[in-house]
T-cell receptor, first 113, second 116 residues
Framework: QQQVKQSPQSLIVQKGGISIINCAYENTAFDYFPWYQQFPGKGPALLIAIRPDVSEKKEGRFTISFNKSAKQFSLHIMDSQPGDSATYFCAASKETGGFKTIFGAGTRLFVKA | GAVVSQHPSWVICKSGTSVKIECRSLDFQATTMFWYRQFPKQSLMLMATSNEGSKATYEQGVEKDKFLINHASLTLSTLTVTSAHPEDSSFYIC????????????FGEGSRLTVL
């Protein structure tokens, strides 16, 4: 099931800094690439998502960069805040598969105050 | 936003017993629900896809007789862990999408199962 590879496993960033998490996928049939945020003991929640027809999407402090030819995408969190401390999962799915979603291994982000 | 409710949020049972976990979409009809399993500090592993009115589709390596999934209506899917053993202890999370959705999954709060 490991079709989405995510790095780093953990990340410590100073408050106000930029957090960068990277993912790579294998299946070129994927057409939806979301990022989910999960706090301890809770279910994940969608943070931001992108389709492969665009190279970048920005929502507030969160930006996805997408490189279709390299089969890679990344999440940038600008002006990182302590409240951003959570586990982040990249994921991939395809519409023809009913959006069955495969998750990366996760990145535990800790933002130091 | 769409709300998915999961119940119970935590359960402790004795080895050999069966446990049922419910997943409900509260404000939308979920044509498809997905069940995931998550071990501590690990990723979400897809167990099965549940479609209303049809048999669930299980991922490779998931025992269908062990993890019974029923999607009785467009708002309810259940996961029954049969003859539970300590190795079945885990965090089980359901998710749903709905007709016309862009692909976003709406997750329940998860159910933590501990088998003694």
């Amino acid at each position: 099931q490991q079709q989405v590879k995510q790095s780093p496993q953990s990340l410590i960033v100073q408050k106000g800094g930029i957090s960068i998490i990277n993912c790579a996928y294998e299946n070129t049939a994927f057409d939806y690439f979301p990022w989910y945020q999960q706090f301890p003991g809770k279910g994940p929640a969608l943070l931001i998502a992108i389709r492969p027809d665009v190279s970048e999407k920005k929502e507030g402090r969160f930006t996805i960069s997408f490189n279709k030819s390299a089969k890679q995408f990344s999440l940038h969190i600008m002006d990182s805040q302590p409240g951003d401390s959570a586990t982040y999962f990249c994921a991939a799915s395809k519409e023809t598969g009913g959006f069955k979603t495969i998750f990366g291994a996760g990145t535990r982000l800790f933002v130091k105050a | 936003g769409a709300v998915v409710s999961q119940h119970p949020s935590w359960v402790i049972c004795k080895s050999g017993t069966s446990v049922k976990i419910e997943c409900r979409s509260l404000d939308f009809q979920a044509t498809t629900m997905f069940w995931y399993r998550q071990f501590p500090k690990q990723s979400l592993m897809l167990m099965a896809t549940s479609n209303e009115g049809s048999k669930a589709t299980y991922e490779q390596g998931v025992e269908k007789d062990k993890f019974l999934i029923n999607h009785a209506s467009l708002t309810l899917s259940t996961l029954t862990v049969t003859s539970a053993h300590p190795e079945d202890s885990s965090f089980y999370i359901c998710s749903a999408n709905y007709r016309g959705n862009t692909g976003e999954l709406f997750f329940g709060e998860g159910s933590r199962l501990t088998v003694l």
